[in-house]
């Protein structure tokens, strides 16, 4: 199912900075990275989120992040990873087609990166 007004769907947009494709999924080099190699995994049928994905579209993610690491670890060499999705606006999502945010970390980046993800906003505990 394609949505004419989505920029994901938009064929003529992707289609020039895909890096990798495959049967449901295709990546691209983030238009906005918040780091070097910024990369999206995105779903190839209309879909807003993560949740009710086919068996076959989760089997072949798996296959697509590991080979966006290995091209991204060949290119560029980082020293870790964040991985995130955002599944509806009150988490932040603003293209409602289903993206993941695979992000590449680099020794230095950030002054403390301890805690990855866990620094998106305050807890609601202490991480020690």
Request: charged share 25%; net charge negative.
């Amino acid at each position: 199912m394609e949505n004419n007004d989505c920029l994901f769907c938009d064929s003529r947009q992707m289609e020039p900075r895909t890096v990798l494709g495959v049967r449901y999924w295709f990546v691209i080099l983030d238009k906005f990275p918040v780091g070097r190699g910024h990369a999206l995994v995105i779903l190839k049928r209309h879909h807003p989120d993560m949740f009710d994905l086919s068996w076959p579209e989760w089997k072949e993610l798996q296959d697509v992040i590991e080979h966006t690491q290995e091209y991204l670890d060949e290119e560029l060499e980082p020293d870790g990873y964040n991985v995130g999705v955002n599944c509806g606006q009150a988490a932040g999502q603003t293209v409602f087609h289903l993206h993941i945010h695979l992000i590449p970390r680099y020794k230095g980046d950030v002054e403390n990166p301890r805690g990855g993800i866990r620094n998106f906003k305050k807890p609601l505990v202490p991480y020690d």
